[in-house]
C-alpha cells in the first residue's frame, strides 16, 4: 500500500562524470525497477562534448544495474543548481552522488546537493556511504512535518522492511513517548504489512539518527516549514546527515499549498 500521491514522472538522476554520480546512477535504478518508473540521466553543464560521454558512461551503469529498465538521457547547458530544481519538479524524485568532481568542471554535484535537498520541488535523495543491504528504514520525526514519515513508510513498504521512528528531545520523557506512538498509529493503519519501531531519545538529533543509520538502508528527514519560505534553508540536522550518513539520505518535501508555489529561489 502507498500513501504517497502516486507519481507517473521518471526517477531523475544528475550526472557529472565522478564515481559518486554512477553511485546515484546504481541507487536510482533499482529504485526506479521498485517503482515501476523510467529512469532519467540529466547532465547540466558547460562542456557539451564531456556531457555526452559521461552520460553514455552512466547509462552503461544503469544497464548493467537493472537489465532491461527503460533509460533516457538528457544534456543541458545552463547552471546546474537551477537546471535540476526545474527538473525536480517533473520528476518523482531527484537522486544525486555527495561528491563531484572537484576539478573544476561543471557541473560539481557533491557542492550543490545540500542546496538541491533545500530547494528541489521532489524528495531529494543523496546516495552515500552503504547503497545496498538489509536494515530498516529510519525516519527522524522533527515538528509537525508529515512528510518523511509519508515517504519513509512508503520506501519501507516497497522494500519489505521495517520503519524506526527516531525523535530527539532536550528532556525525553512518557509525554514524548506517547506523542510519537499516537502520531504513528495512523501510519502503521495505512501500512498494515510495515513494523515500526518508535525511538526517543536525548541529545543531538543527527547524533541519534547517525546511531541507527549504521544499521539502516535509508534515513529520511523533512525540511521545517510549509508555504514561500519552506526548505530555503536545510537545519543542522539535514545538513550533518548528509556529510556524514554511513547510507543514502532522503529529504523529504511538505508539498506546497496550490496557492503557493515551491520558489526558486534567486541565489540558486
Same mark, same amino acid.
Given at each position: 500500500?502507498?500513501?504517497?500521491?502516486?507519481?507517473?514522472e521518471?526517477v531523475?538522476?544528475?550526472? %557529472?562524470?565522478? %564515481?559518486?554520480?554512477?553511485?546515484a546512477?546504481?541507487w /536510482?535504478?533499482?529504485e526506479?525497477?521498485?517503482?515501476?518508473l523510467p529512469?532519467?540521466?540529466?547532465?547540466?553543464?558547460?562542456?557539451?562534448?564531456l556531457?555526452r560521454?559521461?552520460?553514455?558512461?552512466?547509462?552503461?551503469?544503469?544497464?548493467?544495474t537493472?537489465?532491461g529498465?527503460?533509460?533516457?538521457?538528457s544534456l543541458?547547458?545552463? %547552471?546546474?543548481?537551477?537546471n535540476?530544481v526545474?527538473?525536480s519538479?517533473?520528476?518523482?524524485?531527484?537522486?544525486?552522488?555527495?561528491?563531484?568532481? /572537484?576539478?573544476?568542471l561543471?557541473?560539481?554535484?557533491?557542492?550543490?546537493?545540500?542546496?538541491l535537498?533545500?530547494?528541489?520541488?521532489?524528495?531529494?535523495? +543523496?546516495?552515500?556511504g552503504?547503497?545496498?543491504?538489509?536494515g530498516?528504514?529510519?525516519?527522524?520525526v522533527a515538528g509537525?512535518?508529515?512528510?518523511?514519515l509519508?515517504?519513509?513508510?512508503?520506501?519501507?513498504?516497497?522494500r519489505?522492511?521495517? +520503519?524506526?521512528?527516531v525523535?530527539?528531545?532536550? %528532556?525525553p520523557?512518557?509525554?514524548e513517548?506517547?506523542a510519537?506512538?499516537?502520531?504513528?498509529?495512523?501510519?502503521e493503519g495505512?501500512?498494515p504489512?510495515?513494523?515500526?519501531?518508535?525511538?526517543?531519545?536525548?541529545?543531538k538529533p543527527?547524533?541519534g539518527?547517525?546511531?541507527?543509520?549504521?544499521?539502516?538502508?535509508?534515513? +529520511? +528527514?523533512?525540511?521545517?516549514?510549509r /508555504?514561500?519560505?519552506? /526548505?530555503?534553508?536545510?537545519g543542522?540536522?539535514s545538513q550533518?546527515?548528509?556529510?556524514?550518513s554511513?547510507?543514502?539520505?532522503?529529504?523529504?518535501?511538505e508539498?506546497?499549498?496550490?496557492d503557493?508555489?515551491?520558489?526558486?529561489?534567486?541565489?540558486?
Amino acid at each position: 500500500m502507498t500513501t504517497v500521491p502516486p507519481r507517473e514522472e521518471p526517477v531523475v538522476v544528475g550526472v %557529472d562524470g565522478s %564515481d559518486s554520480a554512477l553511485d546515484a546512477v546504481r541507487w /536510482g535504478a533499482t529504485e526506479s525497477v521498485r517503482r515501476r518508473l523510467p529512469l532519467r540521466l540529466l547532465h547540466v553543464c558547460s562542456v557539451p562534448s564531456l556531457g555526452r560521454d559521461w552520460l553514455r558512461e552512466a547509462a552503461a551503469a544503469a544497464a548493467a544495474t537493472e537489465p532491461g529498465l527503460a533509460v533516457e538521457t538528457s544534456l543541458q547547458v545552463g %547552471d546546474p543548481r537551477r537546471n535540476l530544481v526545474a527538473e525536480s519538479a517533473h520528476a518523482s524524485m531527484l537522486v544525486l552522488g555527495w561528491r563531484g568532481l /572537484g576539478s573544476g568542471l561543471q557541473p560539481l554535484l557533491g557542492s550543490v546537493a545540500q542546496q538541491l535537498a533545500a530547494h528541489a520541488r521532489a524528495p531529494v535523495v +543523496v546516495a552515500r556511504g552503504r547503497l545496498s543491504g538489509e536494515g530498516p528504514v529510519v525516519a527522524g520525526v522533527a515538528g509537525l512535518s508529515e512528510a518523511a514519515l509519508a515517504f519513509a513508510f512508503d520506501e519501507a513498504d516497497l522494500r519489505g522492511t521495517a +520503519v524506526v521512528a527516531v525523535h530527539v528531545a532536550d %528532556d525525553p520523557g512518557p509525554t514524548e513517548e506517547r506523542a510519537l506512538a499516537l502520531r504513528l498509529r495512523e501510519w502503521e493503519g495505512k501500512f498494515p504489512g510495515v513494523d515500526v519501531e518508535a525511538v526517543v531519545l536525548s541529545g543531538k538529533p543527527s547524533a541519534g539518527l547517525l546511531e541507527y543509520g549504521a544499521a539502516a538502508q535509508l534515513i +529520511v +528527514v523533512g525540511t521545517r516549514g510549509r /508555504g514561500a519560505l519552506a /526548505g530555503l534553508l536545510l537545519g543542522s540536522t539535514s545538513q550533518a546527515l548528509l556529510r556524514h550518513s554511513p547510507c543514502p539520505v532522503a529529504v523529504a518535501h511538505e508539498p506546497p499549498a496550490p496557492d503557493r508555489p515551491t520558489p526558486v529561489c534567486p541565489e540558486l
